[in-house]
């Protein structure tokens, strides 16, 4: 160990899911005298470990992780609410001279807890209109409206995703704004290195399916059926998470094990080519190699990466 080096207020570790976000967050907190924050909307739900790739207490190496299995598989997520609690980890953590680490590959979640950034309110009335109509008509036919009244923010959100379709038209209706104007833009709460680790796609798509079958043997299925009686199927936001999402439909005979464990490999896969977009938006992140030929000099070079921003 070295001497702590000071650090700025904030460290982010960001980028595609499997790129190796998480040892990188234990070894700063490590060498900065932090405590790591969770930013993966779905671990933050409790029982769900193997498909999240949470990290194990002993893969944690006594650094301490909050915002970890905080809500259950039944509660729908809310970035409102993760960005109280994120920022009062934040706050926490530096009244005590100490450095906050996000790590994580939930892009809103991220700028959420850094970033000025209000979220609108819900209207129940309206929300339950448009969850009615996504019910009897499918995603497709809202999507289409969404299209002509916020062209951007179509083509961000996927036209088979109901549950954040309907939360744009229902910004548009409480705000009378596009959906747009209400995400983050780069006006910081906080001061932060961000830090984007950077996989090479076929070595990251090599990962992500050695990473599914990881999981398979460590006894996802199992996971996702003892949680299905905890009320993992009615849950809006965890039922959908990538493995759970496929293993619940191989379970209700939709489809066999084979396919979901192919299609869980497929969905993830694009997901991470989702958030690798997102993050390469931000101009502040700095990207470093995490790549297998990279993976030892990561962390220093990380390391060496906060030191200059705390020095400059």
């Not at 060498?31 to 930013?39: M, P, Q, S, T, W």
């Amino acid at each position: 160990m070295t001497p702590r080096t000071p650090a700025p207020r904030v460290i982010t570790v960001v980028g595609p899911t499997a790129a190796g976000k998480s040892d990188l967050g234990v070894f700063l907190a490590q060498r900065l005298d932090g405590e790591v924050i969770n930013a993966d909307s779905m671990q933050l739900y409790r029982g769900m470990d193997i498909g999240t790739a949470k990290l194990t207490l002993p893969e944690r190496d006594g650094v301490p992780h909050r915002l970890l299995d905080i809500w259950d598989v039944t509660e729908a997520a809310s970035v409102a609410e993760y960005q109280r609690l994120a920022r009062r980890e934040i706050d926490r953590l530096l009244a005590e001279g100490r450095t906050p680490i996000l790590v994580g590959g939930s892009g809103l979640y991220v700028k959420g807890a850094i970033d000025a950034l209000e979220f609108p309110g819900t209207d129940p009335a309206i929300r339950a209109r448009l969850e009615a109509e996504l019910a009897g008509n499918g995603p497709g036919a809202l999507h289409a409206r969404l299209a002509a009244a916020d062209p951007a923010a179509a083509r961000a959100i996927l036209p088979g995703n109901g549950r954040r379709i309907v939360r744009a038209l229902e910004v548009i209706e409480i705000t009378g704004k596009p959906f747009t104007a209400n995400l983050p833009d780069e006006k910081p709460v906080y001061e932060a290195v961000q830090i984007g680790v950077d996989v090479d796609r076929p070595e990251l798509d090599d990962r992500i399916a050695r990473r599914v079958d990881r999981m398979w043997e460590a006894g996802l299925v199992d996971e996702v059926r003892a949680l299905e009686g905890s009320g993992l199927r009615e849950g809006l936001t965890a039922s959908r998470a990538l493995g759970y999402q496929q293993v619940l439909a191989a379970l209700a005979g939709e489809c066999t094990e084979g396919d979901a464990r192919a299609e869980t490999v497929r969905a993830t896969k694009r997901f991470a080519r989702r958030q690798d977009s997102w993050f390469r938006r931000d101009t502040r992140v700095v990207w470093l190699g995490g790549g297998d030929r990279d993976r030892r000099e990561l962390p220093l070079r990380a390391l060496a990466l906060v030191e200059r921003a705390v020095t400059a």
